[in-house]
């Protein structure tokens, strides 16, 4: 029933809309066709034509290529299977020092770093940071999920993907 | 008929009603849609339209009236458009973030109960002075009015020469515990008007303590923002409507509402006071009409466009609200205290696809674009539509045939969006959609009468408002009130109350005074001593401003009143003091007395606490000068048949089905008649809706009684 237009959303994506209207947004029943919008969206901004399944972060996507569904970066950089953690193949860079911490936090309280660590995940290509974790030392690389696109597709959009 | 003496006209969000009265009592009304951009162009076009209906034109109407009341909307509009002055901020080192943290509250005040819980869509208001423009200066007064640390004056003076090199148009200076002792804020107001002639500009200067020197900072400083920020633009709206009212000949002043229910002219020196005063007419004039029919208990409901206002009377006793909010910010004005939910004619409907749930606004059509029905460009469904569907609403006779309602153009609309997506008939679903309207209205009232502990057959229920009528068999369904009244000038109840206010003054100050629970003589004494001392300057205060607004000396009185709580407490309760000085002990016990029985009336006896001993947290003042004031007529009852007022049949669907209901015509009907259900009583301003089996009664005040069956 509602809808807006691919101009509303697209400024709702890029946080351009005022605050009253983004509210306005927020507070009524989501648009039907929102998804698919945002996806359009999305997708005129990235600089390639492989379809967009899904978001996985800002810079992220889930994506339809030639070599199947893979992890991709805005700029390009394929991650390989959506099935496999992304992560595995991103540049990492860990934070486990006091001066490494004190890097990012230069005058607020640091964790300890005997307890916990922070592990940013950069795109190798393009060097967007994609996704921080923070974990105890020695705790394995977090997969954050694996989506059930055909579920997702067929049982929440209505739209089964072929 | 003779001439009208008194002009009331309240500007609410949609629509602005006039009433006029002459000294017999006889009322007109008039109707027009709010103009926000020039509120001289509303009020003209429903003074003309109240003019037509006396039979007189403009110019008679206002060269022979002796007052005009408008209450308007133009600084309320000022603050939410954000189109204020442009102002700078002094305030104590160390407070100077307060403006971005404001109260919690306001970051979700107004929000419908699903957005509270939602705190993603949480968000404090913009606030009225950037956080640039404010400016900390190095002073302490603690909470005694004892100078902690000295006023560090070339910080002062650096601060004001800032801001004037910013081109501010409003200095605002707010220091902690400048209530209790504004010495500080004195100085730095005296540093900036020297700073401001050296500059050779001109810039207007606030301070809190001037503008109300109560305690709680965040109220104090919005109270002074947006005094400064908001009533210059008021000011003009107010000052258009004078010089449109002399255009026509009127030959004095043109008054305003305050929102402690008083009268004060356009030149009042705390604009802000008046900013929250359409809803106050309401409860001023169910007061009225509670001494005509004998009860005080009265709950006063005005259902509009877009808002429920609830008031209660509770055995002659009103209550002021101290920190209300407008526009989300919490301010520091007593107001006379209303409930309010959303719900009106106006609200839209909405459907959700998935779940098929209902939820009515919070969203009003407002005036422009209106209802779909009004065919002004609106596109949502509304309980307007509704009501024209099912044929409560005359599409012919909608403010008197000045609109001609399309009710198939809504009946299309309504189906497509509403009643298809529910899947059932469109009178089925247009008839749920205002049961659900009605529940809401019912359920506060139901919560606003528990609230007061009284038993609901103890209260009147009065109804006005433009949809008031229409809605009100729905609204006062099961609660069992003692009585349910409305009015042939419903529409404009507001307008009508305003003009039975007196011209008003209210100064009080924040106090710390403590009693003992058992005081000796000697303390009293002191402490009435105290009292006496801050009436006497608030009266000398008060006064100088009723004289200097044209009233004669022996016209104005006086009435000081204590804001008393149990020590310990959180909450004050208003006592009006008995009498006019403390000269001694007894005379304080008897002010100690008065409190315990207002307490005792508010709550209840056995509540009463007085070993906690007793706290004086305000004295203030109220002086007032008489008004001419209307009088309803009372006539001798008639006959019971009103067929004088019947003037057709019409298809109405009433619960579940199609009647074919009596017309009547509102003004027509006279003392003594009895109308039964179904029936739909009309006026041009307003529609009674009887459902079938219900009676109205017409009494000899011509009021109107609803009677459920």
């Known amino acids: 029933m509602t809808s807006y237009s691919k101009e509303v959303i697209a400024d709702l994506v890029a946080g351009k809309l005022p605050w009253p209207q983004t509210r306005r947004i927020m507070s009524?029943?989501?648009?039907?066709?929102?998804?698919?919008?945002?996806i359009q969206v999305l997708q005129d901004r990235v600089g390639w034509n492989d379809p967009i399944l899904l978001p996985v972060s800002e810079h992220l996507f889930i994506c339809d290529s030639p070599e199947g569904r893979v992890t991709k970066c805005e700029c390009g950089h394929s991650f390989g299977d959506y099935r496999k953690n992304w992560k595995l193949s991103a540049s990492i860079i860990v934070r486990d020092t006091e001066e490494a911490l004190r890097e990012i936090y230069p005058t607020s309280d640091i964790p300890d770093p005997q307890w916990m660590e922070i592990r940013e995940f950069i795109c190798p290509q393009c060097g967007t940071l994609h996704e921080v974790e923070a974990a105890a030392p020695g705790y394995p690389i977090v997969h954050d999920f694996e989506p059930d696109l055909e579920g997702f597709y067929r049982e929440w959009l209505g739209r089964p993907l072929e | 008929m003779t001439h009208p003496i008194v002009i009331g006209i309240d500007a609410g969000g949609t629509m602005t009603d006039t009433i006029l009265v002459d000294r017999d009592g006889h009322f007109k009304i008039g109707k027009s849609a709010t103009t926000p951009k020039n509120e001289s162009e509303g009020f003209i076009a429903s003074a003309e339209d109240a003019a037509d209906a006396w039979g007189c034109t403009l110019e008679e109407l206002f060269s022979g009236v002796n007052v005009v009341l408008y209450s308007g909307t133009g600084m309320l509009n000022t603050l939410l458009s954000r189109t204020g002055r442009k102002l700078g901020l002094i305030t104590t080192k160390g407070l100077e973030d307060m403006v971005l943290m404001g109260r919690g509250l306001q970051a979700w005040a107004d929000y419908s109960y699903a957005d509270r819980l939602h705190a993603v869509t949480h968000q404090h208001p913009d606030p009225l002075v950037p956080r640039r423009r404010t400016h900390g200066v190095t002073e302490r007064i603690d909470q005694f009015g004892d100078i902690v640390l000295p006023l560090y004056?070339?910080?002062?003076?650096?601060?004001?020469?800032?801001?004037?090199?910013?081109?501010?148009?409003?200095?605002?200076?707010?220091?902690?515990?400048?209530?209790?002792?504004?010495?500080?804020?004195?100085?730095?107001?005296?540093?900036?008007?020297?700073?401001?002639?050296?500059?050779?500009?001109?810039?207007?200067?606030?301070?809190?303590?001037?503008?109300?020197?109560?305690?709680?900072?965040?109220?104090?400083?919005?109270?002074?923002?947006?005094?400064?920020?908001?009533?210059?633009?008021?000011?003009?709206?107010?000052?258009?409507?004078?010089?449109?009212?002399?255009?026509?000949?009127?030959?004095?002043?043109?008054?305003?509402?305050?929102?402690?229910?008083?009268?004060?002219?356009?030149?009042?020196?705390?604009?802000?006071?008046?900013?929250?005063?359409?809803?106050?007419?309401?409860?001023?004039?169910?007061?009225?009409?509670?001494?005509?029919?004998?009860?005080?208990?009265?709950?006063?409901?005005?259902?509009?466009?877009?808002?429920?206002?609830?008031?209660?009377?509770?055995?002659?006793?009103?209550?002021?609200?101290?920190?209300?909010?407008?526009?989300?910010?919490?301010?520091?004005?007593?107001?006379?205290?209303?409930?309010?939910?959303?719900?009106?004619?106006?609200?839209?409907?909405?459907?959700?696809?998935?779940?098929?749930?209902?939820?009515?606004?919070?969203?009003?059509?407002?005036?422009?674009?209106?209802?779909?029905?009004?065919?002004?460009?609106?596109?949502?469904?509304?309980?307007?539509?509704?009501?024209?569907?099912?044929?409560?609403?005359?599409?012919?006779?909608?403010?008197?045939?000045?609109?001609?309602?399309?009710?198939?153009?809504?009946?299309?609309?309504?189906?497509?969006?509403?009643?298809?997506?529910?899947?059932?008939?469109?009178?089925?679903?247009?008839?749920?959609?205002?049961?659900?309207?009605?529940?809401?209205?019912?359920?506060?009232?139901?919560?606003?009468?528990?609230?007061?502990?009284?038993?609901?057959?103890?209260?009147?229920?009065?109804?006005?408002?433009?949809?008031?009528?229409?809605?009100?068999?729905?609204?006062?369904?099961?609660?069992?009130?003692?009585?349910?009244?409305?009015?042939?000038?419903?529409?404009?109840?507001?307008?009508?109350?305003?003009?039975?206010?007196?011209?008003?003054?209210?100064?009080?100050?924040?106090?710390?005074?403590?009693?003992?629970?058992?005081?000796?003589?000697?303390?009293?004494?002191?402490?009435?001593?105290?009292?006496?001392?801050?009436?006497?300057?608030?009266?000398?205060?008060?006064?100088?401003?009723?004289?200097a607004d044209g009233h004669a000396r022996e016209k104005i009185t006086t009435t000081p009143f204590l804001m008393m709580r149990y020590t310990g407490q959180l909450e004050d309760v208003e006592v009006i003091s008995p009498l006019p000085v403390v000269a001694s002990a007894q005379d304080m016990q008897k002010i100690i007395d008065e409190f315990e029985q207002v307490y005792a009336k508010v709550n209840h006896r056995v509540s009463r606490y007085g070993e906690a001993g007793y706290s004086i947290t305000e004295l203030g003042l109220v002086a007032t000068a008489d008004k001419v004031k209307p009088v309803l007529v009372k006539r001798p009852l008639g006959k019971s048949d009103p067929a004088s007022a019947h003037k057709g049949i019409r298809q109405a669907y009433i619960g579940g089905r199609w009647h074919a209901a009596n017309l009547y015509e509102m003004d027509d009907l006279q003392p003594g008649h009895e109308v039964i259900g179904p029936a739909i009583i009309e006026h041009p301003a307003t529609t009674l809706v009887v459902h079938p089996g219900d009676q109205v009664f017409v009494d000899e005040w011509t009021l109107l009684h609803y009677r459920h069956s």
């Open chain 2, 153 to 547: 004056e070339h910080e002062a003076r650096a601060a004001a020469k800032k801001l004037i090199a910013d081109k501010v148009e409003s200095i605002c200076i707010m220091t902690v515990f400048s209530h209790v002792n504004p010495t500080h804020e004195k100085r730095i107001a005296e540093i900036c008007r020297e700073e401001i002639k050296a500059a050779g500009v001109e810039i207007g200067v606030y301070t809190s303590h001037e503008v109300r020197p109560v305690i709680r900072e965040q109220s104090r400083l919005n109270s002074v923002l947006i005094e400064a920020y908001a009533t210059a633009r008021g000011r003009m709206q107010l000052k258009s409507i004078e010089n449109a009212s002399k255009k026509y000949g009127f030959k004095y002043g043109v008054q305003t509402l305050l929102s402690f229910g008083g009268l004060t002219s356009i030149n009042h020196p705390r604009l802000h006071e008046t900013m929250i005063s359409g809803p106050i007419g309401g409860i001023l004039g169910a007061a009225y009409v509670g001494k005509l029919i004998g009860n005080d208990s009265l709950i006063c409901s005005d259902m509009g466009g877009t808002s429920f206002d609830m008031g209660v009377i509770t055995r002659g006793q009103t209550r002021i609200e101290n920190e209300p909010l407008m526009d989300r910010f919490k301010l520091n004005v007593p107001t006379l205290h209303l409930d309010t939910i959303g719900a009106g004619a106006g609200m839209i409907l909405k459907v959700d696809p998935l779940t098929k749930k209902v939820s009515l606004g919070p969203e009003s059509a407002g005036s422009d674009p209106g209802p779909i029905c009004f065919a002004r460009g609106g596109t949502e469904p509304t309980i307007a539509d509704c009501d024209a569907i099912l044929g409560r609403l005359n599409p012919d006779y909608f403010l008197g045939g000045k609109v001609k309602l399309q009710v198939e153009k809504a009946r299309a609309a309504f189906k497509e969006k509403c009643a298809d997506v529910l899947g059932v008939g469109v009178e089925e679903a247009a008839e749920g959609m205002i049961d659900m309207l009605e529940a809401d209205a019912n359920n506060a009232l139901r919560r606003v009468i528990s609230g007061q502990g009284i038993h609901p057959s103890e209260f009147t229920l009065l109804s006005y408002g433009g949809s008031g009528p229409l809605h009100l068999a729905g609204c006062s369904k099961g609660i069992g009130f003692k009585d349910i009244i409305t009015f042939q000038f419903a529409a404009a109840f507001s307008a009508f109350g305003c003009t039975t206010a007196d011209f008003m003054r209210r100064h009080s100050v924040s106090t710390q005074i403590d009693v003992s629970g058992k005081p000796e003589a000697a303390a009293l004494t002191s402490v009435g001593e105290k009292v006496s001392e801050v009436w006497r300057d608030l009266a000398d205060a008060a006064v100088a401003e009723m004289l």
């Open chain 1, 28 to 38: 009524a029943y989501k648009d039907d066709d929102r998804f698919f919008k945002y």
